[in-house]
């Protein structure tokens, strides 16, 4: 969905730029990733100034065999995200040291895991403030519920003054919680609490995408919806159920049951199917369906 075949896109090399790599600071994603970032001696890279790069993960940082205090080259991957190229080791004079992940959150200060075959160090702590902040930005998202106005600041004052602890919370701010806030006047206010009351009756898929379950973007999001037709029906599905599916793996399988097991994500359906965020699947007798097959194989179903 992201990359599709046929588009080809032509773009000029990028600019390499030497620069210092001044710190390793590790940033927690929205699924508790741990992503180390270089902080860079700011320098302009095909037009804008980078200052920041991510460095991925320890595994990625072993293999180019970058140090704390090296010079390194950068440029613009695909003309667009910075990236760390390699250290320049020639200029290396002894004082460069090795990053090392940290073995509790930077944030909440809770054991971290890396899971056996993987890459990537992970925060289990499913309350960790980083992890709530990226939670409720993804939910109001765009391609998710689409609840203008919840940027990077106003969600930050949210979480931190304790009045969203998870991305359901917000169908319960009113205007007297938000008005508090730096920069927010009562007209701003009021409209914050309509788009809230409006991101209402929203269609499966986009229910599924905004949740954030592991390894379900927009298209597998689409699959599951365009297959169960309701929330309900997919929560009662089966590890073996979802493999039948085409397009739907071991891992994504695994990651969906595993969400639904976990009382507290139930709850979150309980509260977005009482706020009428879940639009109410069409009747089956109001629709006919079919299989479409090939080679023997089911497909997917098709409502008409």
Not at 247 to 266: L, Q, T
Request: hydrophobic share 35%; glycine share 6%; aromatic share 4%.
């Amino acid at each position: 969905s992201r990359s599709p075949r046929w588009a080809v896109a032509y773009k000029l090399p990028s600019t390499e730029v030497m620069t210092k790599l001044l710190n390793i600071e590790v940033s927690v994603g929205r699924t508790g990733s741990l992503t180390p970032v270089a902080i860079l001696e700011p320098q302009e890279v095909d037009g804008s100034v980078v200052s920041r790069a991510t460095l991925h993960n320890e595994d990625e940082i072993k293999r180019k065999d970058i140090k704390i205090g090296d010079y390194v080259l950068i440029h613009k991957a695909g003309s667009v995200i910075p990236e760390v190229i390699s250290p320049v080791k020639d200029k290396r004079d002894g004082t460069q040291t090795d990053f090392v992940m940290p073995k509790k959150c930077p944030v909440c200060g809770e054991e971290v895991f890396r899971p056996e075959g993987e890459a990537v160090t992970r925060c289990m702590n499913m309350e960790c403030p980083a992890q709530v902040k990226e939670k409720i930005r993804h939910f109001a998202s765009r391609r998710a519920l689409d609840i203008e106005g919840f940027g990077e600041k106003l969600v930050d004052q949210l979480v931190e003054k304790g009045l969203v602890k998870r991305p359901t919370d917000l169908y319960d701010l009113n205007v007297e919680d938000i008005l508090p806030l730096e920069r927010m006047g009562k007209k701003l206010a009021t409209k914050l609490v309509e788009n809230i009351k409006n991101a209402r009756n929203k269609d499966l898929a986009q229910v599924l995408y905004a949740l954030g379950i592991r390894h379900v973007g927009e298209h597998i999001a689409k699959v599951l919806a365009d297959h169960f037709n309701s929330i309900d029906n997919l929560m009662r599905a089966s590890e073996d159920e979802l493999k039948n599916i085409n397009e739907i793996g071991p891992e994504v399988a695994s990651s969906i049951v595993e969400f639904f097991s976990i009382e507290k994500n139930r709850n979150i359906i309980k509260k977005l199917e009482s706020e009428g965020v879940i639009k109410k699947p069409e009747e089956d007798d109001k629709k006919e369906k079919i299989t479409v097959q090939r080679d023997g194989e089911s497909i997917r179903t098709v409502s008409y």
